[in-house]
Structures are given as structure tokens and as C-alpha cells.
């Protein structure tokens, strides 16, 4: 197995006038958010966080207002520093830079996309699109070159002389990530990027982030406190709450097996039929039941209850690259339509 794009390992950050003073009531005495304010003036904003974040994947932190994601975003291009903790890039120590080179990090292998869009009004949005390789002193036709062909791709052609306050959030938010795409980077960090949208707008946000994922293979760090954003999106999913990482991994395998109550809580009023893919239930063997017809391995169990038509003695093929690995039997599709409790349900893994 490769070696993970980023790697953070027992990352705290603790903010107030003295954290290194505390750190050890956090790291070695257990000390919880509430009991470190209330004892000691500080705030835990994050809590022995180790994640591997995968090349060409997109992982998704997630978590309610107050949890420490856009905290972490922001460690792993140094706009917070941290209390502890190791950040690894393609095995060089972030935290090891000095300040010449953490700028060209910032410059040359990541690029950020912001909430509220960040950007300059008195700029076009061509302007504002070929920033980076400006700042990088790039000639300007080839800059703008590149820039126009990243708005082409966004929807945005037609529009480069125009100025941010002539535009429509969503169009705003277009230009933003267009603007990461010209840079250039490895990496590309999303700060609750579509959050500020309406709900139509973002889900077209959504989808064509994950067009452009399917060609660029970018390795995307995205920030939501969405649930449904985040399954959509997420090919590994990290949930925080009060700094700490509760759960992480498959978002298939969190909504079919959620580690602890707060978990369940979490997934538990989502709809399982639209969230939950076909592999992901999917076992081997023979076919007890009539087989009905094939759905992919990526389907969702939406599309097998479409071809199972409401049969309880049905059996449904599972192909993967067009070729069968599986099948899912009318009790198994009742069972993962269920919510999780207490150990009911299985994985195909765990079989």
C-alpha cells in the first residue's frame, strides 16, 4: 500500500495565553473541552487527531459547529500552528518548514476554497482566477490562458471581464474553485465551501466537484457539517466532536456499523436507500431466492428496490466492471434499510 498524500499524527491545539503550560492535563491527565476551560481559561480546539489522508481521494471532516474541523483544515497549511503533533506531506514535516519554504507549500502544492468565497472585488474574474501563477510570476497570457480554461470548465465562459459583486453566489463560489484549479496543486483544501449556497446551487457545486474529481484525481481535504454532503462526497470520512476524532473511515462502513451513540445519532435519520450502495451489502454465494436482475456495485439500494419490485423472495445480482461479484437477497435489503442497533447488522466484510 502507498504511503499516505497527508499524514497527521497525535495533533493537539489548545488556545490561550500559556497552552504548552496544559498540554499535559489534555494529553496525560484525560482532561475533557468544558474541564479545561472551566479550570484552567484555555480552549481544547483539538484533541490527539490521526488521520491518513489518501492521494487522489477526497476525505471529508465532518462535524458540528464547534468541533475542531476547520481548525485542523487550517494546520495543515500552517494557518494555525499547533500545540503537538506531526503533519507529514509526501513524508516531509510540515511543521519543519521554515518560513521560505512553507510559502512556496502554499504557493505550488496546495490551494484553498473558502466559505464566503474570499474574493477581490476589485478584481475581474479572470483576475481573480489566475492569481496564483500571477503571484508565481508566470507570464500573463499563459496565466490567463490556463484561467480561461478553468472557467470554460465551470460554466463561467463569457464571464471573465465581469467583477465578483456582478455574479451570483453560486457563480462566485465557481469562480473560487476555479481559481483552485488554476493553481495547480496536489492539493486542494474546501473550507465549507458550499455552504453558503442555496440548496439547487449546491448540489450542482456538488456534482461537478466530483466530475472534475473523476478526471484531475485531486487529493481533497473537504469541510462540511453536512451529513448527506458528506456521504456524497467523502471516499474516507472523519468525524469530530469537541476536537476529537469519534469515528473515521468507508462512509458506507460508518452509516452500516456507527462506533458509539453519538454516531448513531448522527446517521440515523438519514435515507439508507439513497446513502447506501449496492457493494456495500452485497455477499457471495448461491442465490436463495428467483433472481430478479443487476444492479452495479455503485448503485444504491434504491435502484435494487426498484428491481426487486417488492418481491420478499427476490435475489439481485451485483456486477462489478460488468462482470457478477455478488448478490443481495430481499432480507439483506430489509436489514440494511433498518438503522443500526446493537450489532444487528452485518458488512459483506464481516461475513
Same mark, same amino acid.
Given at each position: 500500500m502507498t504511503s499516505p498524500k497527508i499524514r497527521v499524527r497525535n495533533l493537539y491545539k489548545i488556545f490561550g495565553p500559556d497552552p504548552q503550560r496544559v498540554l499535559s492535563r489534555v494529553r496525560d491527565d484525560g482532561m475533557g473541552k468544558a474541564e479545561l476551560m472551566e479550570r484552567h481559561r484555555h480552549v481544547l480546539g483539538l484533541r490527539d487527531i490521526s488521520i491518513d489522508m489518501q492521494a487522489g481521494e477526497i476525505s471529508?471532516?465532518?462535524?458540528? *459547529?464547534?468541533?475542531?474541523? *476547520?481548525?485542523?483544515?487550517?494546520? @495543515?497549511?500552517?494557518?494555525?500552528e499547533p500545540t503537538a503533533g506531526e503533519i507529514l506531506m509526501d513524508g516531509q514535516d510540515v511543521m519543519q518548514l521554515g518560513a521560505e519554504s512553507l510559502r512556496s507549500l502554499r504557493r505550488k502544492s496546495m490551494?484553498?476554497?473558502?466559505?464566503?468565497?474570499?474574493?477581490? /472585488? %476589485?478584481?475581474?474574474?479572470?483576475?481573480?482566477?489566475? #492569481?496564483? /501563477?500571477?503571484?508565481?510570476?508566470?507570464? +500573463?497570457? &499563459?496565466?490567463?490562458?490556463?484561467?480561461?480554461?478553468w472557467l470554460d470548465?465551470?460554466?463561467?465562459?463569457?464571464?471573465? $471581464?465581469?467583477?465578483?459583486?456582478?455574479?451570483?453566489?453560486?457563480?462566485?463560489? +465557481?469562480?473560487?474553485? &476555479?481559481?483552485?484549479?488554476?493553481?495547480?496543486?496536489?492539493?486542494?483544501?474546501? $473550507?465549507?465551501?458550499? *455552504?453558503?449556497?442555496?440548496? @439547487?446551487?449546491?448540489?450542482? #457545486?456538488?456534482? @461537478?466537484?466530483?466530475?472534475?474529481?473523476?478526471?484531475?484525481?485531486?487529493?481533497?481535504?473537504?469541510?462540511?457539517?453536512?451529513?448527506?454532503?458528506?456521504?456524497?462526497?467523502? $471516499? %474516507?470520512?472523519?468525524?469530530?466532536k469537541d476536537g476529537a476524532v469519534v469515528q473515521q473511515g468507508a462512509p458506507q462502513e460508518i452509516v452500516m456499523r456507527p462506533a458509539d451513540p453519538y454516531i448513531e445519532a448522527f446517521v440515523g435519520d438519514i435515507n439508507r436507500a439513497r446513502v447506501l450502495r449496492a457493494g456495500t451489502i452485497a455477499t457471495q454465494g448461491e442465490p436463495d431466492g428467483a433472481v430478479v436482475g443487476e444492479v452495479d456495485w455503485q448503485d444504491t439500494l434504491e435502484a435494487v428496490i426498484r428491481v426487486a419490485e417488492g418481491r420478499t423472495d427476490a435475489t439481485v445480482i451485483v456486477s462489478r466492471d460488468g462482470q457478477p461479484t455478488g448478490k443481495i437477497e430481499t432480507r439483506d435489503l430489509l436489514s440494511a434499510l433498518i438503522p443500526y442497533a446493537s450489532g444487528a447488522v452485518e458488512t459483506a466484510e464481516a461475513r
Open positions: 471529508v471532516i465532518m462535524g458540528l *459547529s464547534g468541533s475542531g474541523k *476547520s481548525t485542523l483544515i487550517r494546520h @495543515l497549511n500552517r494557518l494555525i490551494s484553498m476554497v473558502f466559505q464566503k468565497f474570499a474574493l477581490l /472585488p %476589485h478584481n475581474t474574474v479572470l483576475e481573480n482566477t489566475a #492569481m496564483a /501563477p500571477r503571484i508565481r510570476g508566470e507570464a +500573463r497570457d &499563459a496565466r490567463e490562458a490556463e484561467a480561461r480554461k470548465r465551470v460554466g463561467l465562459s463569457g464571464f471573465e $471581464d465581469r467583477y465578483p459583486r456582478q455574479l451570483s453566489g453560486g457563480m462566485q463560489q +465557481r469562480v473560487g474553485i &476555479a481559481r483552485a484549479l488554476t493553481a495547480d496543486t496536489d492539493i486542494m483544501l474546501l $473550507d465549507e465551501a458550499f *455552504s453558503a449556497l442555496d440548496p @439547487l446551487i449546491r448540489t450542482d #457545486m456538488q456534482d @461537478l466537484l466530483l466530475e472534475l474529481q473523476t478526471e484531475l484525481h485531486k487529493t481533497i481535504i473537504f469541510i462540511t457539517h453536512d451529513l448527506d454532503e458528506a456521504l456524497k462526497l467523502a $471516499d %474516507h470520512l472523519v468525524i469530530l
